[in-house]
């Protein structure tokens, strides 16, 4: 099959099941599943994608769309002032409620989103300004 | 009776195909009820007939087309159907819909209207339980649903204390309540989880055991209404109260146990004039019992029970139905060996059991003996966010239960699916937990050693080394160039933070 051959991995041939799906590779190998943006692997393209990413999802002010689906009930109002652990917003995807809460002390700044809302995932639902920061 | 001919089946996934199949069996023919979300599906491509009965998504997705009385019953008739199979989950257990289908001249495979009244409305059951003298847990069973009162109940009831719709099943709309600080919004929550699961916000409450076994006995009334149960399954890994790995027999029952257990069940049943498949379900803490509740339906993990009986569940709903299944004192059924059953869903277990969506590639299921694969999507389908995450489930036979456990992992280890993540990896680190092997896990076993998924156990620098290894040596392989779509730009302009958060997946 055109999907399965061998890779030398530190002086040990492994088996290797592999797949292209929309812009990622995905392999199987030695019984775990791994995948991969093929961004980051192309030439010139050093920056690991992840890394970048992974500092802005870090980024406490911005309450992003964890998965595609439901805005479900929104807890705040625009300029309201919330503390750390308060409940911003609950969301429903394949028939489960997430809630989603401030991980700081700030004030809310913008919701872009309405209850009933179909959202995407990493959709930007609400922006926070942090109290600190001023 | 008349003679049924063609079965109309209200639901979708794996257990539309497993209803199929025993449909193929009985040389009957199938009309599949489904959404348009579903046409990319396997039961859709297997199915005689097919109705999309509604949307998905858009504004008509105020009431889930599944869960949908009159639109189900209309195109089974239009379709010609003179049966319907509920499954598991939706419809299954709504009496109303029973009763439409028998007065639309439909066959319903399953209980009786009355009798899913009787047991499947959790709070008329502990009532008939009560009076029967049967073992019951604390619990709030009141028509008040006024949230003060729902408070003051959970208060005098004492903490921790279980939030449950009435009218549903499956962990959809539970909350656990520890704190009565956070009460009031668990309770709202859960409201809103049962209506949009089963069309009912009511729920009630009731005392949570901390170091309870989850037992259920599956019963079966034949078509002159004679009950008898098909022994025990154990289903005590669950997350968020929803079952992940089941196995039969349980592990933990003594002879004495499941002799006082099964009988319990079969009486339970019997008050309910109970016809066609459903579960008792119990508690099980310290060598004492407390009856749950009955599932008037079908159990999603039925196939344990078959595979260490050797019956067909869904062929003997389907003829007790026609009136053409009786038990005779001829069959004795004795459990043979042990099978476990392990739900795969599409989840990613490095973040916590994120769900995960997406378009399947490459899918393979490792065949062997004894190895049973369930699903109801193949490569190319797509797993929407609009029902049920799961995608499969893998049910495995062994001579005894530590064997059953080594084919399982084995197995889960040599199955594929990409395209999205899946929770293989979590299974995997469940089934060889001390506390599992052991046979010991209780309904907690979960949130004490599994609360917050998997760590990563891989290093990403070293997932790209090999990716690009992998990547080089496919485009070899196949002769073509596999990165060139990684030349164009980055097509998504909004960086999200979980497009390209992936690890170990």
Not at chain 1, 20 to 48: M, V
Not at chain 2, 243 to 269: D, F, H, V, Y
């Amino acid at each position: 099959m055109k999907n399965n051959f061998s890779v030398i991995i530190d002086g040990q041939e492994k088996t290797v099941t592999a797949e292209i799906i929309d812009k990622k590779i995905w392999f199987k190998l030695d019984a775990q599943t791994y995948s991969w943006d093929l961004i980051d692997l192309a030439e010139g393209n050093y920056q690991s994608n992840y890394k970048k990413t992974k500092s802005s999802s870090k980024s406490p002010d911005k309450i992003l769309a964890p998965m595609p689906g439901k805005v479900i009930k929104i807890f705040v109002s625009e300029n309201q002032t919330v503390s750390k652990g308060d409940t911003l917003l609950v969301m429903e995807a394949m028939k489960m409620e997430y809630t989603l809460k401030a991980d700081i002390d700030s004030t809310v700044e913008k919701i872009f989103s309405k209850v009933g809302e179909q959202v995407t995932l990493g959709y930007l639902l609400i922006q926070l300004k942090n109290d600190k920061q001023g | 009776m008349k003679k049924i001919q063609r079965i109309a089946i209200a639901n979708r996934g794996e257990v539309a195909v497993r209803i199929i199949r025993a449909c193929e069996e009985l040389g009957l023919e199938t009309v599949l009820l489904h959404s348009d979300a579903d046409m990319q599906s396997r039961a859709y491509r297997m199915a005689t007939k097919k109705i999309c009965i509604g949307a998905a998504s858009g504004p008509a997705q105020s009431v889930n087309c599944y869960l949908n009385i009159e639109a189900n019953i209309n195109a089974a008739l239009a379709a010609g159907a003179d049966a319907l199979h509920p499954g598991f989950g939706f419809l299954s257990e709504n009496a109303d819909f029973a009763e439409q289908c028998e007065k639309n001249g439909l066959v319903f495979i399953g209980p009786s209207a009355d009798a899913i009244r009787k047991l499947g409305d959790k709070i008329f059951f502990k009532n008939l339980a009560k009076k029967a003298g049967l073992p019951l847990i604390p619990c709030y069973e009141g028509d008040d649903q006024s949230i003060n009162v729902l408070l003051d109940e959970a208060e005098k009831i004492g903490l921790p204390v279980i939030v449950k719709a009435a009218a549903g099943g499956g962990g959809r709309g539970m909350k656990l309540i520890r704190q009565l600080s956070e009460a009031k919004d668990l309770i709202e929550s859960a409201q809103r989880e049962a209506l949009s699961a089963f069309g009912s916000a009511k729920v009630f409450l009731e005392k949570y055991l901390e170091r309870a076994k989850h037992i259920e006995f599956q019963i079966f009334g034949d078509s002159t209404g004679h009950v008898e149960h098909l022994f025990d399954r154990e289903c005590s890994v669950q997350r968020r109260h929803q079952k992940i790995i089941e196995e039969a027999t349980s592990p933990s029952l003594t002879k004495e146990l499941r002799r006082k257990m099964g009988e319990i069940a079969c009486t339970i049943a019997s008050l309910g004039q109970y016809k066609n498949a459903g579960t008792v379900e119990f508690l099980l803490q310290d060598n004492q019992f407390y009856l749950l509740e009955v599932n008037t339906r079908l159990q999603v993990e039925h196939p344990v029970t078959e595979e260490v009986l050797g019956i067909d569940l869904v062929k003997m709903q389907i003829l007790t139905a026609q009136g053409n299944f009786i038990f005779s004192p001829q069959d004795i059924r004795m459990p043979k060996g042990h099978a476990i059953e392990c739900r795969v869903y599409a989840e990613n277990p490095y973040q916590s059991g994120m769900p995960s969506t997406g378009k399947l590639g490459l899918v393979r299921w490792p065949e062997g003996p004894r190895r049973r694969f369930e699903y109801g999507f193949e490569s190319e389908d797509t797993i929407t966010s609009y029902y049920d995450p799961m995608i499969a489930k893998v049910i495995v036979w062994d001579e005894n239960r530590n064997r059953a456990i080594d084919k399982m992992i084995r197995t889960l280890k040599d199955s594929v699916i990409f395209g999205v993540s899946t929770n293989i990896p979590y299974l995997i680190e469940i089934l060889n937990h001390d506390e599992f092997r052991s046979a010991k896990m209780t309904t907690r076993f979960i949130e004490t050693y599994f609360a917050d998924g998997l760590k990563s156990k891989s290093d990403d620098e070293q997932v790209k080394k090999w990716a690009q290894l992998v990547n080089k040596k496919l485009k070899s392989t196949q002769g073509q160039s596999a990165t060139q779509s990684a030349d164009q730009p980055l097509l998504n302009s909004v960086v999200s933070p979980w497009a390209s958060y992936w690890r170990g997946v």
